[in-house]
T-cell receptor, first 108, second 113 residues
């Protein structure tokens, strides 16, 4: 069993829909990261969370430390949101353990 | 400074050849990380530098792999006697402090034929 599990693996949505991607982990962590990877490989760090909730534009990330679960929400989704979203967990450095990612496709 | 830079972006090599990748972190970042990502998988941690010191290496980093960060600036990752299983995206990231977050490069995609 992977230490970081993401669901769903693939997600297709229509433009404007509210999207949720889930992440569960089985190890103790200092923080959880949500990352975005576009075709071609480049990774952008979206959020780093150790508790509660963070919001940036249309993106919202929440974490429940007791339940070892995090969600990434995208409101009013847009085709440019199409990417792979990766959850990663780590200790006090960036020796991160990554999930396999969720491939999001937003159709116009 | 436009971010973390990795070169080359793509590398095709024949099995058995040696390859070297370079990562230039954001200039004030003292921490540098290498990850490897195979197709359909999330990245996996390879190694971590704080300044010029290599503080941790994953078991994934076999004897054929070596990473350096002379003078605590850019880093190189060398793979000797490449094998087809080495084909992957090699990602570099840098950070100043943990709480400031990490910045990733675009990656070097290696194909071993």
């Amino acid at each position: 069993k992977n230490e970081v599990e993401q669901s769903p693996q693939n997600l297709t949505a229509q433009e404007g829909e509210f999207i949720t991607i889930n992440c569960s982990y089985s190890v103790g962590i200092s923080a959880l990261h949500w990352l975005q990877q576009h075709p071609g490989g480049g990774i952008v760090s979206l959020f780093m969370l150790s508790s509660g909730k963070k919001k940036h534009g249309r993106l919202i990330a929440t974490i429940n430390i007791q339940e070892k679960h995090s969600s990434l929400h995208i409101t009013a989704s847009h085709p440019r949101d199409s990417a792979v979203y990766i959850c990663a967990v780590g200790g006090s450095n960036y020796k991160l353990t990554f999930g396999k990612g969720t491939l999001l496709t937003v159709n116009p | 400074d436009t971010g973390v830079s990795q070169n080359p972006r793509h590398k095709i090599t024949k099995r058995g050849q040696n390859v070297t990748f370079r990562c230039d972190p954001i200039s004030e970042h003292n921490r540098l990380y290498w990850y490897r990502q195979t197709l359909g998988q999330g990245p996996e941690f390879l190694t971590y530098f704080q300044n010029e010191a290599q503080l941790e290496k994953s078991r994934l980093l076999s004897d054929r792999f070596s990473a350096e960060r002379p003078k605590g600036s850019f880093s190189t990752l060398e793979i000797q006697r490449t094998e087809q299983g080495d084909s992957a995206m090699y990602l570099c990231a840098s950070s100043f402090t943990y709480s400031d977050g990490a910045f990733f490069g675009q990656g070097t995609r290696l194909t071993v034929v």
